[in-house]
Each structure stands twice: as structure tokens, then as C-alpha cells.
């Protein structure tokens, strides 16, 4: 009987520290000051709103390079909605990941953020763009030789 109080209580703490739905909404808190950032082409904001993980792994010019590429390729974002999302907590780190469906200027794609921490100690650390779009062509590859590119079999 009191290892069933004691495994209730225990259970009761893990949820409160791990509130799936408070990181829900401050992740998507999140997400909109980060889309509105993006849409108004603003690297300096996007950037403070990066975690130091993200920082470490993806330099600043880096960075800069990646939504110069997706804001000309796909433009502000004209709406977002939330596709899915997952959190998980696995040895102390509490995991976010929200798919938004997203229909930008010039095409849709999907945006995967990823959220390490909870509440207000929640920090970016992922953010991953998939679009058509953003495929290389063939002319893309010719771009950078100033000539067109032979494609096999033509």
C-alpha cells in the first residue's frame, strides 16, 4: 500500500515538472515570435531567439546563409498551424518537437522545431525547413560555373 502512495506521489511530482501542455503553449509562443521574425527578415532576432546548442552547431554566417536561402526561395510565411507534436522527457532533458504546416509566399513546406528545457526555461535548439523549393536543379547547379549544366543521358 505505501509503495503505491509513494509511486502516486512520485508520479505526481514527474508530471508537474514535465507539464506536456505548458510546453506545448510556450513552444508555440515560441514558434509565432520566431515566424514573425522570419517573415520580416530578421536574422538578429532569429538569432537571440536560437538557443547557444543551435549557436554551436550552425555558425552565424552559417545561419545567416540558411534564411537568406529559404526567404528567397520561399518567401514570409502567409499562414502556420500546428501538424504534431511530441514531448518527451529521457534522463532529465524534457524534448519538444512541433511539425507546422506552413504555406509560405511562394510554396508550402513544413517547419520541425525543436525545444530543449520546460516553462520559460525552454531554449531552441532545432529548427529544420523541408519545402520542394528549396531542391537543387540542374540550373542551380550552373549557376555557380556561370554555364549550363550537361544532365546525363541528353
Not at 1 to 17: E, Q
Not at 18 to 30: F, G, K, T, V, W
Not at 52 to 75: A, N, Q
Request: a negative charge.
Amino acid at each position: 500500500m505505501i509503495s503505491r502512495i509513494l509511486l502516486a506521489v512520485f508520479g505526481a511530482f514527474a508530471l508537474v515538472a514535465c507539464n506536456p501542455i505548458e510546453n506545448l503553449d510556450q513552444s508555440e509562443a515560441r514558434i509565432t515570435q520566431f515566424e514573425n521574425a522570419y517573415s520580416a527578415e530578421d536574422v538578429d532576432a532569429l538569432w537571440r531567439l536560437s538557443s547557444e546548442d543551435l549557436r554551436e552547431v550552425t555558425p552565424r554566417e552559417e545561419f545567416e546563409d540558411f534564411v537568406t536561402v529559404f526567404i528567397s526561395r520561399l518567401g514570409a510565411i502567409k499562414s502556420s498551424s500546428r501538424a504534431s507534436f511530441n514531448v518527451n522527457s529521457n534522463n532529465g532533458v524534457t524534448s519538444t518537437v512541433i511539425v507546422m504546416d506552413t504555406e509560405f509566399e511562394l510554396g508550402e513546406g513544413t517547419q520541425t522545431y525543436t525545444f530543449h528545457g520546460n516553462g520559460e526555461d525552454m531554449k531552441l535548439v532545432g529548427w529544420f525547413v523541408n519545402s520542394p523549393r528549396l531542391m537543387v536543379t540542374v540550373d542551380d547547379l550552373g549557376a555557380d560555373e556561370g554555364e549550363p549544366v550537361e544532365v546525363p543521358g541528353n
